[in-house]
């Protein structure tokens, strides 16, 4: 984890956040976080809490409307079951997974968005914002649990895609605490399109509903 906080920053060092027009955030996003598959046999088992954490870089082009991107650490994942016995490989060694066993994936990604951003004009203290675009995922940790085969939190080094791509949506408000600098909140909710496991029999994808807070400068 200290790595990833590490390579957070000295990102942020090489970005000239003080060049004209260009702002930088620092977010938080609380969230919930759940997996889906194509197909019946597969089912969704519920969600789970996750985090996303990072800097968003906003280069204004008009006085209300930005390119933004940034770095984000995402942690995220779903719960799933199987109608049919099915095999998933662990560092530990392939194990067998009997039908209707809930196995949760645990999963951690390094993410690059590229997004527009459309802000309102300032009302007193107040100034209101749309955000939407593509993120780009790699991944950077991949475990599992099956409770019921006391397997806690295992590597599964070959079931987990190391790239994936979501598009996400959202909007919220800022308060102005004086030039620049403001407090910020919001709502997002995030869509997978690619599969997350390599497994060919059904396609798996990310889902999340997220609570965004942080501050810009």
Known sequence: MKKYIFILFIFLSSVPV?????????????QMTWMVSDVKDVQSEGSQFGFNFGLVFDKFFT?????????FLWTTGGTMSFSD????SFRSGDETIPSG??????????????AL?????????????????LNSHIN???????????????????????????????????YS?????AILAGVYYTKGFLDVT??????GTLGSVSLRVGIRF
């Open 18 to 30: 003080l060049a004209q027009n260009v702002s930088f955030s620092v977010v938080v996003d609380p």
């Open 63 to 71: 006085d209300n409307y930005a390119f933004s991107s940034g770095v």
């Open 85 to 88: 016995t099915t095999t998933l």
């Open 101 to 114: 066993l809930p196995v949760t994936y645990r999963l951690q990604y390094l993410t690059v968005p590229v």
């Open 117 to 133: 951003k459309l802000n309102s004009n300032q009302i007193g203290y107040f100034s209101f914002f749309a955000h939407l675009g």
């Open 140 to 174: 950077i940790m991949k475990s599992a649990d099956v409770p019921d085969l006391d397997i806690d939190r295992v590597g599964i080094p070959d079931e987990i895609n190391i790239f994936n791509m979501s598009y996400f949506i959202g909007g919220g408000g800022e």
């Open 177 to 181: 605490l004086g030039g620049s600098t």
């Open 198 to 203: 390599v497994n060919e029999s059904f396609k």
